[in-house]
């Protein structure tokens, strides 16, 4: 697998706080990065370097060999854990809002059959996460689990070069949970997607990654806490584990009651 | 039950509701009577009859001057002032602030002018309004717009301002420019407080309204109420504040109702 993000001694500082220090590091084309670590070790902000919601203090960051600009774009999508889907628009608009930005570009809308052929693509995709017969919905009328499940197609969409997701499952219940586990992981593996999650969960990060990154600070200075940053402390390749994914496909759709 | 528990149903709030306004009515009427009762030709509280009598020759008499149905004519200006005044306030509102609320180079630039402005009490650049615009129209829409625009400005800056960042970011990553965010992410979720805005806009704009029309105006709701208080006409200018607090709960009723039948989904409708 080719190498898709590549960081090459990078350092966030706020002023003398020293966030992340000298990260160096490849993410592969198709991996699934587990990002995990104590509060405050830089998870977020190695979430938003990538996101290029800001950009290193030092160092650079490539991605397919070019320096990532530090701004958001459509080649790098993202699911947040709230927030993550417009509260104004229903399931459907929600995801067919990426292709509309795209083709235009003043009046941010479709109409005619260029309409009807983004609403198709995108009921494809609300279909492959669960959503089929749920298009018509505002995020309001949604169960945390299906808006994360909206969230997921929205960004899917736009075919980002890699999927971000913070902390994406921390909110919902542990039933809904495992069964946002298996959609990510099917998505994941039909799609050929390259995921970077962040998360707190530590079973989730090994169960779900072929990659976990432990984020903390390799030295501590008691006086002066802020002045080391973190880095890269384990690096643990995952074993593909066999899928028992023989009932996917069931799992995946909502069941009648809407209630996950 | 305790107090905090009992709920009142439907039929019982509108019961509870018109207790207290009919009340006052009752009370009215009784000094009303007593004062008649002691003066015949008293003017201060005058008796419905009195009221019915006066108003109805505003109502339906043409004025001998103009050849107008003189309440009609009071109320057809102020609503138009008022119009004007609360449209261009919006539209600025909603231009202003939205630019104001997602781009930070704008609030950098005008924020400082906005509040500048938000802050001088408006009554007091009248006399700049009537000097520089004259005492037709435009001075009296003016002084709406100034007074309410700036503070409509603010609230709809704060409201997008106060998006959630995640909305904004995950836009971008949609493939959306600047543009797109506004008219796509801010501008939908600001319109049902724009609306919340007018609401609250249109007690001020009342009072400026009111305020232009006593001090220079030949028709108008206000100019009535100021002109005949020199002859003590409280028959004529009882009824009309009665009309003004009838056409504000009417305005108001009519923007709560367009929001929640407009923008749903700001109304918290679930399932």
């Known amino acids: 697998m080719s190498t898709l993000l590549s960081f090459r001694d990078v350092w966030v500082e706020y002023g003398d706080r020293i966030i992340i220090e000298k990260l160096n590091l490849d993410i592969e084309e ?28 030092q160092g650079t960051i490539l991605m397919d060999g070019v320096p990532l600009r530090p701004e958001c774009g459509p080649d790098r999508g993202v699911v947040f854990q709230r927030y993550s889907v417009f509260p104004h628009l229903t399931a459907l608009r929600n995801t067919i809002l990426g292709i509309e930005c795209e083709k235009a570009p003043v009046l941010g809308r479709l109409f005619g059959s260029a309409r009807r052929a983004a609403e198709e693509e995108a009921i494809e995709m609300l279909t492959a996460v669960g959503l089929g017969h749920s298009l018509d919905l505002y995020p309001a009328q949604m169960s945390g689990g299906m808006q994360q499940r909206l969230a997921i197609a929205q960004a899917l969409v736009k075919r980002p070069r890699i999927l971000l997701l913070d902390e994406p499952f921390g909110a919902l219940d542990p ?22 999650m962040v998360t707190h969960d530590i079973r989730e ?11 903390d600070k390799r030295r501590h200075d008691p006086h002066a806490p802020h002045r080391f940053g973190a880095t890269v402390v384990y690096d643990l390749p995952m074993r593909e584990r066999p899928e028992e994914d023989s009932d ?13 | 039950m305790r107090w905090v528990n009992r709920q009142v149903g439907r039929g019982g709030r509108v019961l509870l509701g018109a207790v207290p306004i009919l ?24 008796l419905p009859g009195a009221m019915a009598e006066s108003m109805s020759a505003l109502l339906f008499v043409p004025d001998q001057l103009t050849g107008q149905l003189v309440f009609w004519a009071d109320t057809l200006a102020s609503l138009q002032r008022l119009g004007i005044g609360l449209g261009i306030s919006t539209l600025m509102a909603l231009a202003v602030g939205l630019a104001l609320g997602v781009l930070p180079s704008v609030r950098a630039t005008l924020g400082p002018l906005v509040t500048g402005i938000a802050v001088i009490p408006p009554i007091a650049l009248l006399p700049i309004l009537f000097i520089a615009l004259g005492l037709g129209e435009t001075a009296k829409v003016a002084l709406i717009v100034i007074g309410i625009a700036p503070v409509m400005i603010r609230d709809i800056a704060a409201h997008v301002g106060a998006l959630p960042r995640e909305q904004t970011i995950k836009a971008l990553t949609l493939g959306a420019n600047s543009w797109q965010v506004m008219i796509r992410v801010a501008l939908p979720q600001a319109m049902p407080r724009l609306l919340h805005a007018m609401r609250l806009a249109l007690g001020p704009a009342w009072v400026f ?7 220079a105006s030949d028709v108008g709701l206000g100019y009535r109420i100021f002109l005949v208080r ?28 367009l929001s929640r039948r407009l923008f749903p989904w700001a109304h918290g409708e679930s399932h």
């Open chain 1, 30 to 57: 198709g991996a699934f990065v587990s990002i995990v670590g104590p509060s405050g070790a830089g998870k977020s902000s190695f979430l938003r370097l990538i996101l290029g919601q800001e950009g290193p203090s």
């Open chain 1, 205 to 215: 990060a090994f169960t779900l990654g072929t990659r976990v990154l432990a984020l």
């Open chain 1, 175 to 196: 039933g809904i949970r495992a069964d946002m586990h298996k959609l990510i992981r099917s998505l994941w593996r039909e799609r050929a997607l390259t995921i970077v």
């Open chain 2, 230 to 257: 020199r002859y003590l006409s409280m028959d004529v200018i009882l009824p009309y504040v009665a009309w003004i607090a009838l056409l504000a709960i009417l305005m108001d009723l009519a923007l709560t109702f």
């Open chain 2, 209 to 215: 309204l009111i305020s232009a029309e006593a001090i």
């Open chain 2, 23 to 46: 009340l006052l009515v009752l009370v009215y009427i009784v000094m009303a009577a007593n004062r008649h009762a002691v003066n015949p030709a008293d003017k201060i509280l005058p």
């Open chain 1, 248 to 260: 996917e496909s069931e799992i995946i759709t909502i069941d009648v009651n809407s209630n996950n």
